[in-house]
Each structure stands twice: as structure tokens, then as C-alpha cells.
């Protein structure tokens, strides 16, 4: 059976879903009657609402990916294996959703700091 290459919402929502339950998309348009990746590109360019339920999709993905850290933790035989597993994710989740997920850089400024005021801007003739 070819890929198919005409955008259908039920399509896009089937994407949408399996992203959602933490699928990646390479290995999801590997299957036999699913687009290529490049397509799902270009979908995603053409189409706005399906644009949304991919950007929320991706959400729903990283929030999964922050949930499985915990179960992983508390279930772990190997510690290592596990360690590996929770920092892949944790990875992977803030790449997706920077502002949640990812780390937070605060910067401090110090020192000292002089102003000077300017009332009035002098004219050519002063």
C-alpha cells in the first residue's frame, strides 16, 4: 500500500493521538499506510488546525514524558537503566516544552551604577 500524501482530519488526528501517547513520529510514519515524516512537514505548513492539534499533541507528549519519570524511579531494579531512562526523558520533555520542563537560568547583576541626567538636548546655537 503507498503512503498516503492527501491531508484528512482523521489522519492528522490519529497522528495527534499516538504523539500524544508518547510515540515518536519517525517510527509512527515508518508504518505501512501512514505518511512520511516530510509530508507530516508539510501538513503541518498547510494546515493550521492541524498545526494546533500537533502543537498540543507535543504538550501532551512532554507532559507524559515528566509523569513516566517518577514511575520509573520508584520501580527500578537497575539504577543505572533507570537513571538513563529519567534523564532521557527529562531531556526530551524540555525540549519540547522549554518554559515548563526545561532548566531555569536566573541571572544577577551587581555592582554599582551611575546615571547622569540630560534635561535638555542643547541647541546648535547655545
Sequence with gaps: MARPSSYTPELADTIC??????EALHRLCDEQGMPSTSMVYRWLDAHEEFRDKYARAREMQADLLASQTVSIADEAE???LARLRVDARKWYASKLMPKKYGDKIAQEVTGNMAFTVVT???RADD
Excluded: F, L, T
Design 120 to 122: 535638555g538636548v542643547p
Design 78 to 80: 537497575d539504577a543505572n
Design 17 to 22: 493521538e499516538r504523539i500524544a501517547k508518547g
